[in-house]
């Protein structure tokens, strides 16, 4: 039974900053836009006459779907709200045209709005609309039932590009949509926030402020830390505590936990890159990274794993003899001891007790996750929006305040442009860190325009960058550094997912996210590549866009009964790698990445394990994420433990013929699948020569001076688990190398 404290206390707001200005579209662009978010989710009624606006059941078709939502909404829950569900689209949700304008406006890569823009123009024109439906009529003045058919019709396409259009406004409209619906928690019984546990309290940091001016402001410091996340708080507690001036800068705000957890819209503003996410270049995958401050640490899922000896062994091989040393399990042991990593005080939620269980039924190899939650039961599933308990600690709750009370000073807001370098004594040496610094507004938020803005150089005898591995090498392109491999050796661990309904209500957003995995699949080549099922956040503006669309009633009936869904991930260690890069218009991170032939046909293997454990669980309905894929209905609904000893388990007929047409002759193919990735990579990898890699064993950049990367950028090549304690021990190791070299820490 879950803790029966109950969190009654709401988080306070966290305003975002204005909405961008212009055109982002014009206004024949608007109405195409939101033509084709109201198909995906449009006002659906009773009626015999289709419309533009609403799409049209028989009223025996209506009464049966307000039925089947009232089978799975809270108690007192009334018919009027379900009618209102039904009756909301996406663009009558009050905020949705202005978080679409926001997505466009600053976080859409110039190109990509182009496409976009050329789209949604074709639409509106007769010769467009004929190619990209058939028919002469503007999109935006075709009936709902039409609109419908045609999108349907792009998800069959032969034509690639039409299927993956088809799939990107999608995944764009629904989770728009979810996060802006005035209706949809209402009918889901979603809480604002936690209902067990009670709000913490955050450590109270001192940011450096500056005054206004137009001269370059100049900090002098011993080492400059450039990033705050899991390899930056490790070395600013390190280097502090060996007696050195630390300055720790990132371009992150601090939010404390009566801020927390944030709602879905304003998380992905303040706390993630991008605005919550970012695409590859071929959009295959969908990147989730920390861009707060504590970096990946704050909206992590407490999973906390160390290094396998199999990934030790493969790096020590390529020349890297430390992964294998006694030295490297201290580093490892002393980053959990800090954290209270344990799996003594777990609560497994039903869809963490669901891999436990299944994969026991199964035969199948399994395991609890450690937790960093101090030592502490920490029944939380909304901790990737923030942890309003403070109990999970990343560097914000445990590295960070330990370097401050060792002397270290922090700088939020801090955008670094480049490393500067000076040649002392013949040898290129990093000296400092040029960037800018944009204050809070008066109200202490970061909402308002009226902000302090100022040229900063930072003077420093070691600068450390640990800006994530998308971020970590574009600053060192910026900084004029050559080395081909910068850049490089993305792995991302792509992930798909498998859902399913369960007969009783679960409410899977409760508890903690990530507790168990299944590692039966991690090793099917024989050299560690493979995947693992793990649980994933239940949030509904996470796990549902993940899912696929059908139609628009199916949508919105799939949503009514999230509450009775479970969602696990095949989470895989990518053999095959792609690259990061800056934009060659405005220099933000571009991603190169395809999840290969390989690492696909290992993702499968383990699908069809979740697809297992969900059957052998009772599931009355299963789906893999893509889109063409039919789901796995099983013909009896009442389902007991007697039933299934007494039936032939996963060999029945109907569920191994679903899995042979549906899951394995469709495969994992492009663009239908629906990949994501939270796990980046080895884009600045550690190797025993320049030729390989861009640092040296001890993290120190090849061919200058002063300068180490300390993140998950340096490993080698996939870690395999999730990365949080490898990196921390990685900088564990790299920090107290150069603590030494500068004096102060003898061990």
């Known amino acids: 039974m879950a803790s029966a404290e109950l969190n009654l206390i709401a988080p306070l707001d966290s305003p975002l900053p204005a909405v961008p200005e212009g055109e982002v579209l014009s206004p024949a662009q608007w109405t195409t836009l939101l033509a084709i978010a109201d198909t995906f989710v449009p006002a659906i009624e009773a009626s015999s006459t289709h419309s533009r606006d609403r799409l049209a059941l028989e009223s025996s078709e209506f009464d049966n779907a307000v039925a089947k939502i009232q089978e799975t909404t809270p108690e007192n829950t009334s018919l009027d709200a379900v009618h209102k569900y039904l009756a909301e689209s996406a663009s009558s949700a009050p905020r949705f045209r202005e978080l679409i304008q926001r997505t466009f406006g600053d976080y859409m890569r110039e190109d990509a709005l182009r496409g976009i823009r050329v789209i949604l123009s ?7 609309c004929y190619l990209f439906t058939g028919y002469t009529t503007s999109f935006h003045l075709q009936p709902v039932n039409v609109r419908q058919q045609i999108l349907q019709g792009w998800q069959q396409s032969y034509l690639p590009p039409l299927r993956q259009i088809v799939k990107a406004f999608t995944g764009l409209c629904t989770a728009t949509w979810i996060k802006e619906s005035t209706t949809f928690n209402t009918i889901l019984g979603f809480p604002r926030a936690p209902i067990h546990g009670k709000p913490g309290k955050s450590f109270d940091y001192d940011f450096l402020q500056l005054p206004p001016g137009d001269d370059q402001e100049i900090i002098d410091t011993d080492v400059m830390i450039i990033g705050s996340g899991c390899g930056g708080g490790v070395c600013a507690k390190n280097l502090a505590e060996a007696g050195h001036r630390v300055l720790v800068a990132d371009r992150a705000y601090h939010f404390p936990a009566k801020h927390l957890p944030m709602t879905s819209t304003d998380a992905g503003i303040h706390l993630f890159h991008n605005g919550g996410i970012d695409n590859s270049d071929d959009s295959s995958v969908a990147f989730i990274a920390g861009q707060a401050w504590g ?10 794993l160390q290094t396998q000896a199999h990934v030790r062994q493969e790096w020590a091989d390529g020349g890297l003899p430390f992964f294998t040393s006694a030295d490297f399990q201290n580093c490892l042991d002393r980053v959990c001891e800090r954290m209270g990593v344990s799996t003594k005080h777990i609560e497994h939620n039903d869809n963490n007790s669901l891999i436990l269980e299944g994969a026991r039924r199964l035969g199948y190899s399994a395991k609890e ?68 610094w944009t204050s809070r507004d008066e109200m202490g938020g970061v909402s308002r325009s009226k902000r302090t803005k100022r040229n900063v150089l930072i003077k420093a005898k070691r600068v450390i960058v640990s800006c994530g591995s998308l971020h970590s090498p574009l600053l060192l392109l910026r900084s004029g550094l050559t080395n081909p491999q910068i850049g490089r050796n993305l792995h991302v661990h792509p992930a798909t997912g498998v859902f399913a309904t369960l007969p009783n209500a679960r409410n899977p ?82 991603i190169a990445y395809t999840p290969s032939k390989f690492d696909r046909e290992n993702a499968l293997e383990c699908v069809v394990g979740m697809c297992s454990i969900m059957y052998v669980m009772g599931a009355e309905e299963i789906w893999v994420t893509r889109g063409d894929a039919k789901p796995y209905v099983r013909s009896t609904v009442a389902f007991n433990e007697e039933e299934e000893a007494n039936d032939g388990g996963v060999n029945d007929p109907a569920f191994q013929n679903w899995i042979r047409d549906e899951v394995r002759k469709k495969g ?77 820490m003898k061990a």
Not at 385 to 400: F, I, N, T, Y
Not at 408 to 436: L, Q, Y
Request: proline share 5%.
């Open 122 to 128: 074709a639409l509106d024109t007769r010769a467009g």
């Open 295 to 304: 970096g990946g640490g704050t909206i992590n899922w407490s999973a906390s």
């Open 369 to 436: 996750v450690p937790q960093n939650t101090g030592g502490n039961k920490h029944y939380c599933g909304y901790c990737t929006l923030g942890c309003g308990a403070a109990e999970k600690q990343g560097p914000v709750v445990s590295w960070l305040p330990d370097a401050a009370n060792a002397g270290a000073k922090f700088m939020e807001g801090f955008d670094a442009n480049k490393i500067v370098f000076e040649t002392i004594e013949g040898k290129k040496t990093a000296v400092g860190v040029e960037g800018s």
């Open 509 to 590: 957003w409760e508890g903690p996210i990530l507790t168990t995995l299944c590692d039966e699949f991690s090793n099917l080549d024989t050299h560690g590549h493979g995947a693992k099922i793990e649980a994933m956040t239940m949030l509904p503006s996470w796990a549902l866009p993940f899912q696929p669309w059908r139609s628009a009633l199916d949508f919105k009936l799939q949503a009514a009964r999230f509450s009775r869904q479970c969602g696990h991930l095949a989470v895989v260690r990518d053999r095959d790698s792609g690259r990061v890069y800056p934009d060659p218009v405005d220099g933000r991170c571009r």
């Open 668 to 744: 994992m193919g492009q663009p239908e699948t629906t990949w994501g990735s939270a796990h980046q990579m080895g884009t600045c990898r550690m190797a025993d020569s320049e030729r390989k890699g861009v640092v040296d064993p001890k993290g120190r950049v090849w061919g200058v001076e002063g300068l180490s990367v300390a993140d998950a950028s340096v490993f080698p090549s996939a870690s395999g688990v999730n990365p949080m304690v490898t990196n921390m021990a990685i900088s564990d190791m790299i920090s107290r190398g150069i603590a030494r070299e500068l004096g102060g």
